[in-house]
T-cell receptor, first 112, second 112 residues
Framework: SQQGEEDPQALSIQEGENATMNCSYKTSINNLQWYRQNSGRGLVHLIL?????REKHSGRLRVTLDTSKKSSSLLITASRAADTASYFCATDGGNQGGKLIFGQGTELSVKP | ETGVTQTPRHLVMGMTNKKSLKCEQH?????MYWYKQSAKKPLELMFV???????ENNSVPSRFSPECPNSSHLFLHLHTLQPEDSALYLC???????????FGPGTRLLVL
């Protein structure tokens, strides 16, 4: 079954606004990661949150994790046009083998 | 730049052609991955290699043949592909003790 469903599938905001993307997953996890992908390029790791953590910050990024609801959110504050990209959550499915299961992603468009 | 390179960046091939995709990393990582990314679909894990040994084949058709001659190089040999195999093929690597994957820029493949 698919892991890591993102919501919304697409989000369009103005520069300076905050962007919130949500991710739901189905199995137990050891950690959840968020990646960013510029159009037609590879993915870049943004942040990792472990199953025993509830919130984590990195610059303008804030990630929350609710293991009871099997969901996570990524907040980008004070968005910039350069934040325009697709954002994916990925979980390890509770295994230790280094395999990640990605969601379909949220396509974020930040208008100047 | 993540330190993972892929060549070629773009490839157009006929259904009867044979071609190879190359991935290279000199990050000292021992795990390497091939993913397929089709439009409007989540990343699909294809193959996983750990210390040059294949540890995962995600039911990939035999027209895709991976090769990992050493921990720094990963190939994907392609033969008699179908138009539905057109996609962005992404390579990633991971350090043995880490959970984050480092992605290459991808090869955009078009099968005619």
């Amino acid at each position: 079954s698919q892991q890591g469903e993102e919501d919304p599938q697409a989000l369009s905001i103005q520069e300076g606004e905050n962007a919130t993307m949500n991710c739901s997953y189905k199995t137990s996890i050891n950690n959840l990661q968020w990646y960013r992908q510029n159009s037609g390029r590879g993915l870049v790791h943004l942040i990792l949150i472990r199953s025993n953590e509830r919130e984590k910050h990195s610059g303008r990024l804030r990630v929350t994790l609710d293991t009871s609801k099997k969901s996570s959110s990524l907040l980008i504050t004070a968005s910039r046009a350069a934040d325009t990209a697709s954002y994916f959550c990925a979980t390890d499915g509770g295994n230790q083998g280094g395999k990640l299961i990605f969601g379909q992603g949220t396509e974020l468009s930040v208008k100047p | 730049e993540t330190g993972v390179t892929q060549t070629p960046r773009h490839l157009v091939m006929g259904m009867t052609n044979k071609k190879s995709l190359k991935c290279e990393q000199h990050l000292g990582h021992n795990a390497m991955y091939w993913y397929k990314q089709s439009a409007k679909k989540p990343l699909e894990l294809m193959f996983v290699y750990n210390f040059k040994e294949q540890t995962e084949n995600n039911s990939v058709p035999s027209r895709f043949s991976p090769e990992c001659p050493n921990s720094s190089h990963l190939f994907l040999h392609l033969h008699t592909l179908q138009p539905e195999d057109s996609a962005l093929y992404l390579c990633a690597s991971r350090p043995t003790e880490g959970e984050t994957q480092y992605f290459g820029p991808g090869t955009r493949l078009l099968v005619l």
